[in-house]
């Protein structure tokens, strides 16, 4: 399995052509994120969305295996339950259009949510955030086009006085659905944002 062993703490680009050691890092940070980082604080992922990730996800998603949600969600548990810090206060799987969810008949970002928010004792806050337009599939984009395309997509609703949060989603790619989202709920006062999902793609 093309398990995530050495990434990038804030984006979880692939670094694992980087020794570490020498550059004495404890949170490694690539050079696109030095540039620019991303919106949220930090994302953590389980694998890299290389083979038999995609066919597994697809096993998911069009297949309906939820059993498949509960495994990954156990594992994202581990890994990010190793990190060594103060958990979030709460989950929020990334919310599908209620048409895109309907055809479906479930979210699997929500299905991994709940075996981590099993796992670890989370609460998840399940309809705070709402996808407002339904937007083309990300993965039929190019990079600039996917940014465009979720721009607005979402709307979210008052957070109460929560201060650190971490979005679920199940396999992050160029990060603008994330970033997006992360734009919205620090509007709503969030002022600590991590990504945590099972695959993040490798190249990007
Ligand atoms: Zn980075």
């Avoid at 990190?83 to 969810?101: C, D, F, G, S, V």
């Amino acid at each position: 399995m093309p398990w995530v062993r050495q990434s990038c703490f804030r984006c979880g680009r692939n670094l694992e052509h980087l020794d570490l050691e020498y550059y004495q890092e404890t949170l490694p940070l690539c050079g696109n994120c030095l540039n620019s980082a991303p919106q949220y604080h930090s994302l953590a992922s389980v694998f890299y969305y290389q083979y038999p990730l995609p066919k597994l996800i697809h096993k998911l998603k069009f297949g309906r295996k939820l059993y498949l949600a509960k495994s990954f969600g156990y594992l994202l548990s581990k890994r990010v339950g190793d990190q060594n810090k103060p958990l979030p206060e709460a989950l929020i799987p990334m919310p599908l259009h209620y048409t895109r969810q309907r055809n479906r008949g479930f979210n699997q970002s929500m299905e991994i949510a709940r075996s981590v928010s099993q796992s670890l004792g989370i609460p998840i806050l399940s309809s705070v955030c709402q996808r407002v337009r339904a937007t083309q599939a990300q993965s039929t984009l190019k990079a600039k086009d996917r940014q465009k395309n979720v721009k607005n997509a979402f709307s979210v609703d008052h957070l109460n006085g929560l201060h650190h949060i971490a979005i679920i989603d199940d396999v992050v790619t160029t990060g603008s659905t994330v970033d997006e989202l992360s734009k919205r709920l620090y509007q709503q006062g969030v002022k600590i944002i991590e990504v945590w999902c099972i695959c993040r793609a490798s190249l990007t």
